[in-house]
């Protein structure tokens, strides 16, 4: 139900967007997010976006990564930029709606080389 794109290899200082799309069964989404996850740890968030466009970033990634939405397309997506080798994760989009239901995107891997 959620449809990510947009992952990929890429050298340090480059950049990537990432995308996810809700499917239209989805609705009254609240907050959209992404989070990435190494082998061996646990998920972490990236950033989150509210319906009415307020925005948290983690502070790895402050003034480097841009999260947006198109509320019209159930979209969310994650503008990366300056890309560390340390940003390499798979990065899973995140959709949370008014009704308190949880969606996970399949993920998709970001591999920074340095």
């Known amino acids: 139900q959620l449809v990510e794109s947009g992952g990929g290899l890429v050298q340090a200082g480059g950049s990537l967007r990432l995308s996810c799309a809700a499917s239209?069964?989805?609705?009254?989404?609240?907050?959209m997010g992404w989070y990435r996850q190494v082998p061996g740890k646990q998920r972490e968030l990236v950033a989150t976006?509210?319906?009415?466009?307020?925005?948290n970033y983690a502070d790895s990634v402050k003034g480097r990564f841009n999260i947006f939405r198109d509320n019209a397309k159930n979209t969310v997506y994650l503008q990366m930029n300056s890309l560390k080798p340390e940003d390499t994760a798979v990065y899973y989009c995140?959709?949370?709606?008014?009704?308190?239901?949880?969606?996970w995107g399949q993920g998709t891997q970001v591999t920074v080389s340095s």
């Open positions: 976006i509210t319906s009415g466009g307020s925005t």
């Open positions: 239209g069964s989805i609705s009254s989404i609240d907050v």
């Open positions: 995140n959709v949370n709606t008014y009704y308190l239901r949880a969606y």
